[in-house]
């Protein structure tokens, strides 16, 4: 017995004295110590780093691969032989993120594509009634809205299928080519959001000229053990309340998290007492626009895990379902008596539209990177996107269809997506290439018509390098495109003669082969950071421009596609400057960024107000979509006193140049009007308190046939409180107020422009978020 126990004691001392305690220094390229990271030994255990030190325990007699990671910084696999007592790990940015409207850091870029972003702090202290509106107010972004809880991005004017949205690696596949057809993105779900601009927007398409939205979930691993989140938000305008609760748990090298929210909202109110549709002066009872309520209700489900050093894999199941009610005073043949009795404000009725988008996507990326073999990536996504609208036919003066017959339009859009890329570094340049494959099916139905059933392919290729050439940066890149179309052709009973068909489209097919190019260029100069890009792009047009016949109700339209369009060809050049003031007593900085663009197309595609009217008994004048040499040119202009860590002011404009047919000299139609926002913020620590005051311009320069729109002064405030109740647990209120005067002002680009309808009068939105 002494003798196993005296066995025992020494394997145990002997074990004891055969580990070492090794420390892991991580500092990014500025050599600053990271704030948080992660160290992980494959198959073993995981530390967390703090400011750039972490500490392990690792065996003495052996090597072993530590895996370091951090948010934002691309995975590093560094070698700790035995003798290693003290290990420096330098990361480098996955991209350079800019500084925009009230993210308070460093507006610099050491390349020629940049990405400026808004982090999920600022996102939910500028939280509006959908993921666009937040991001409303970004260098050259606006929201394109439906009313309230309906919107989408615009970058630059431009809007659509021209603006690629990007949702954690997967191109969001739904409607998008409908003015009022918003993001099915559940915006508690998005951590941040960054808009790509450069080479690397060849990366997701031909169509990215503009921009890509890059709307970014939490997704690094989480914490070991259970933690969560639970919010709540309230809005006053139209009694809007929600909850979004969000639960992970990670044993090991594995984790699983989801997301659950819920919103119910009640009619909003607008500042006004009557408006013109079609001709017809209508009122609005106190103010409330009826049947404008609807629901959200959205989740999704996460799971992933690394494999080894060599990467990690990850799998996502989301569904995003949204009801929204549509306005009847805007929808059908015009009638007071539609509108006049409110009722039950948070009843949804007849004519409203449902949207549901099932999204399923698997991804694996490699991490270890070795010489000439690099990384690779490879993504899987399917998507349906389910979307009706609901309506009487008798208010469209379809006497002939059954009054229960209530689906007006319904379009179901299938898409599978396979995509991989491979990085590596060759003949001293950074290299990234990779290829996509997208298999589309869309089916119509109802008794409307507006876009037919269609089967589309896409295929792409990319390629793009980074290298130094002397004391300049420099970015190239090429994609090539093809795409094949097959429109199954729809003919419909005339309204005023049910027993005769009219052919709404024919039967076609169309093949496009497009190619894009690009180079940009960066370099410092006296303090000075100048960027630039000169870029050829081929956009395939969309179904919808070449098939689409029919009015659009949430547009107010009546829209038609023209099947002999060819490609889209446009040249852009773009050109910035950076500088940041530090003054001598290093107290306080100055900075600002200047950036330059402009668009010329050979042939640019647009939805021409043609001025005809409509033959059908519920449309205005007819859009038809036409294509003609383009020239659009603009600027944008950030500028930013940091006082101290204590007050931020920023200055934020942008404007439309030009933008004109250059075959008529006229105005190009729906670009958004000059603006300039004023944003002072004051922190101390727990507590955030900032306003805004955006100052936008008269629109005048508008298309025939366009209304010109006023111009306005929108005053709103947030302020923010956060408590920290113990090692990962916090508590955060947050109070916005939007439209603070209650000011009674038109959008331009918004849909309720045509009809003369004011935006939202004062909200105040507040959130309450608990943190375990």
Known sequence: MKYFFSLFCLLSFTSVFAQRSVEVRVVDEQENGIQVFTVRIPGGSITDGLNGLAVLTLPNDRAVDLVIESDDYLTKVVHVSPSDLVVESQLEKRYTKLAPVTVYGSLTSDGPSTAESIDEDHLRNRAGNSLSESIDGLPGVHSVNTGVGISKPMIRGFVGTRVNVVQDGILQEGQQWGMDHGLEIDQFSVNSVSILTGVKTLEYGPASASGIVLANSDNTFPPLGFHGEVSGIAKSNNKAIGTSTSLSYRWRNVYVRGRFTLQDFGDYRVPAESFTYNGYNLTIPDGVLKNTAGTEINGNLDFGGYVGIHGYWKARVSRFSQKIGLFPGAMGIPRQFDISDVGNQRDVNIPYQRTVHDKIQVSYNSTYQQDFNGTWALEMAYQHNHREERSAPHAHGLNYVDPNNTLGIGLDLRTTQVSGKRKFNWLDAHWSVGGSAQFQENERSGWEFLLPTFSRQNYGVYALSDFVLGSWNISTGVRFDQAHMVVTGYEQPWYAAPDSLVERVPNFESNYWAKSFSLGAAKSWNDFQFTGQLSYSERIPAVAELASNGVHHGTFRHEVGNPDLELERGTLIELSVFK???????????????????????????????????????????????????????????????????????????????SRNRETGGYLPFQPATSISLIPEFSNGAWKVGAEVVNTFAQNRVANNERQTPGYILLNAYAQYSIQLGDVSSLELRLRGQNLTNAEYLRHISRYRILNLPEQGINLILQVAYKF
């Open 580 to 658: 940041e003031l530090v003054p001598r007593n290093g107290k306080g900085s100055f900075e600002f960024k200047v950036t330059g663009w402009a668009y010329l197309y050979s042939n640019y595609i647009f939805l021409n107000p043609t001025g005809e009217f409509s033959p059908l008994p519920d449309a205005g004048q007819i859009y038809a979509y036409e294509h003609a040499p383009a020239y659009i040119s603009g600027m944008e202009i950030h500028l930013a006193y940091h006082a101290s860590k204590y007050f931020n002011l920023s200055i934020n404009s942008d404007q439309i140049l030009e």
